[in-house]
């Protein structure tokens, strides 16, 4: 499957995703309640996973550390990291935004987990671009890509 670069570090990729942040949270603002029953649990399901969703994001910032880049094009400088989360997951800061997307939505407002589900379908294919360019990178991407099955969050995605 061909993935668009869009432009060449993969800037459009990030304003995509800009845009699909703010339509999450305008839905979440703007879009109708949770019925009132179902209110208390499904804000109590959605810190936790917002809980989750910080951690797995503080922990894939820390290993990438001077290599964090919101560009899908790896830093000129940068190495393939392999270790902590990154043997869990091969992107667990995208995993870590879902996860925490899904959380604020389920706070919310039903609505909001529609943008939700299209920013999950956006950092796939952004990912996806992002993959070709650490192959071409980096000759033991495939092998790490092969031994690290999970893309997005550890044990599940």
């Known amino acids: 499957m061909h993935v668009p670069r869009l432009g060449p570090r993969g800037e459009g990729w990030v304003v995509l995703q800009s845009l699909v942040f703010a339509a999450i ?4 603002v703007l879009g109708p309640d949770w019925p ?3 209110q208390s649990p499904l804000r ?3 810190v ?3 809980l989750c969703g910080l951690v797995l994001g503080v922990l894939g910032i820390r290993a990438l550390g001077s290599s964090f880049s919101p560009l899908p094009l790896p830093r000129e400088n940068a190495g393939l990291r392999r270790s902590g989360i990154y043997k869990q997951v091969r992107h667990p800061i995208y995993g870590a935004v879902i996860v925490f997307g899904v959380g604020w939505s389920l706070q919310r407002s039903p609505i909001a987990l529609v943008p939700t589900a299209l920013l999950a379908v956006v950092f796939e294919l952004k990912s996806r671009r992002e993959e070709r360019w650490l192959t071409e990178r980096y000759p033991e991407y495939a092998d790490y890509r092969a031994a690290t ?4 969050i550890p044990w599940i995605l």
Do not use: K, M, S, Y
């Open 44 to 46: 109590a399901v959605g």
């Open 48 to 50: 936790v996973l917002e």
């Open 25 to 28: 949270v305008a839905c979440g």
């Open 149 to 152: 099955r999970r893309r997005f």
């Open 36 to 38: 009132d029953r179902a």
